[in-house]
């Protein structure tokens, strides 16, 4: 397993395509700088700590790029040392609606702080609810700070996957907690399809939705959410990402992720691995990626 510090070689991170990446992969640039302070086209992180290693990425998709709009996606990574607790979450912002990359920064930030600040207990099933209520008033509190009104001008999905006890041996359990339809996937070694889904993904928030065409979304949505727990073994590679990625994890670009990812790559690697280029997959990426001790 790559560590960190390895000097061993490795791919140059761009182009990264599988398959026909399509002309928009081509030909669609970075578009005009914007008007006022925004988010940046594309961030990438690497943790590398008590045999865990962390890899997360947030890439602005060729539609954003070529509209010369702000990538929608944000992600959040964090550790708390008293509850021996790590902490990755996504969010989406919902496309249809301008201002969505505020909703997707505030809701992550909120439920990254809650999860870290919660007693150093394990989080609880009845916990949630009240976590994502308060990640709504915060999007609604900034909406009518910054635009003075209340009407829907931004809304996001949200994903978070919560690890206890991590400096313990393994195996652990996974806490998966989700509304909309970003997912969590496990990697499968030596097997096609490469990728089990744990968690979320397109189903799971079609499902939860009885009688509606809107996609479960922070602040204004219905508030049902899909929590759910999985084991995971030593050695395992588990993937918390936005439906830009997961809508990629089923078919060859899966496969090859699979391969890229037996170990973990270089930040600005993994950047360019999300961003894969693919035919007719325009929409923001964004992906979280633990590999256990």
């Known amino acids: 397993m790559t560590v960190a510090g390895d000097t ?21 640039n970075g578009g005009k700088p914007f008007s006022c302070v925004s988010v940046p086209d ?25 509209y010369s709009t ?13 509850a021996d607790r790590l902490v990755a979450v996504v969010c989406d912002g919902v496309g249809s609606l301008d201002h969505s990359h505020i909703a997707a920064s505030v809701v992550s930030r909120k439920l990254l702080r809650q999860t870290l600040d919660t007693t ?14 308060r990640a709504a008033g915060a999007v609604r509190k900034v909406r009518w700070n910054r635009f003075g009104q209340n009407e829907s001008l931004m809304a996001t999905t949200a994903t978070i996957a919560v690890v206890e ?12 907690c989700g509304l909309g339809d ?3 996937w496990s990697r499968v070694g030596g097997l096609t399809p490469a990728w089990r889904l744990l968690a979320g993904g397109k189903d799971a928030s079609n499902d939860a939705l009885i009688s509606s065409n809107r996609t479960r979304s922070v602040p204004d949505g219905p508030m049902i959410l899909t929590v759910e727990q999985a084991t995971v073994e030593p050695g395992a590679t588990v993937v918390v990402c936005s439906d830009g990625v997961g809508d990629l994890l089923d078919d060859e670009v899966g496969n090859r992720l699979a391969l890229e990812w037996a170990d973990p790559p270089r930040a600005v690697n993994f950047a360019a691995q999300v961003g894969v280029g693919r035919m007719t997959f325009t929409d923001d990426r964004t992906a979280v990626a633990l590999w256990t001790p």
């Open 8 to 28: 061993s070689p490795e791919s140059p991170p761009e182009p990264f395509v599988v398959g026909d990446p399509g002309r928009a992969y081509r030909e669609v």
């Open 42 to 66: 594309t961030v990438c992180d690497a943790f590398d700590f008590s045999g865990w290693h962390v890899r997360a990425a947030s890439v602005r998709g060729l539609a954003h790029r070529h």
């Open 70 to 82: 702000a990538r929608q996606d944000h992600y959040e990574v964090g550790f708390c040392p008293d």
């Open 120 to 133: 150093a207990t394990p989080v609880t099933a009845d916990e949630w609810t009240p976590m994502f209520e």
């Open 165 to 176: 006890g991590v400096s313990r041996p393994g195996p652990w359990t996974f806490t998966l």
């Open 182 to 184: 970003s997912s969590i």
